[in-house]
């Protein structure tokens, strides 16, 4: 039997992102096991073993649930595999949906990458979901994270303090998200 390509959902400028396969909880095993990432994501590094990680992310590929679903970023180029994005706590009555996204390969950082995926999603979830809004919680300390977030759309709503932790919660609506698009498509190109 000869396995099928993942699908492809959303294709951005830099990136595209596809449905998670077996083959990506190597990369992302190292990725939830590094210190630095865990403390952008105010939690502590995994500590359990590879083949649990495995066992775990083929029961979530097997039975994925509509209310989460994490995708994998890849870059354009050369289909390298440098993050994932995912939505949490869809909730269908309230048509919203809490956005994460983790750049794992650090040769990606700092250079538009996570906001190209950010956006993708936000593009793709909106009209997949029928999302009214998309929400975030970023450390304050993570300006970096809040740059990309609001390149990619969202605004500062308010500041949450969580488990000893100060959080940036940012939003998007679906008009917010079309007016960007709009104004994006009848922009003239730099240097016109």
Do not use: C
Not at 42 to 47: F, G
Not at 135 to 141: E, P
Not at 146 to 175: K, L, W
């Amino acid at each position: 039997m000869m396995a099928t390509a993942p699908r492809v959902v959303a294709v951005g400028r830099l990136v595209r992102l596809r449905e998670k396969r077996a083959e990506d909880a190597e990369r992302d095993y190292e990725w939830r096991k590094d210190i630095e990432l865990a403390a952008y994501d105010a939690t502590r590094p995994i500590t359990m073993s590879y083949k649990t990680f495995v066992k775990t992310t083929t029961q979530e590929l097997r039975n994925p649930s509509k209310y989460r679903r994490t995708y994998a970023i890849e870059e354009m180029e050369g289909g390298a595999h440098i993050g994932n994005v995912m939505y949490y706590g869809y909730d269908s009555l309230l048509r919203e949906a809490e956005l994460g996204i983790t750049i794992g390969d650090r040769d990606y950082w700092g250079r538009g990458y996570g906001s190209d995926a950010v956006r993708t999603l936000l593009e793709f979830a909106f009209d997949e979901l029928e999302l009214r809004r998309m929400y975030l919680h970023t450390l304050t300390s993570n300006v970096r994270a809040q740059r990309a977030f609001h390149n990619a759309g969202f605004r500062p709503t308010r500041q949450v303090r969580r488990d000893g932790y100060q959080f940036e919660r940012m939003e998007i609506s679906r008009e917010e998200l079309y007016e960007l698009v709009r104004a994006e498509r009848v922009r003239p190109e730099d240097g016109a």
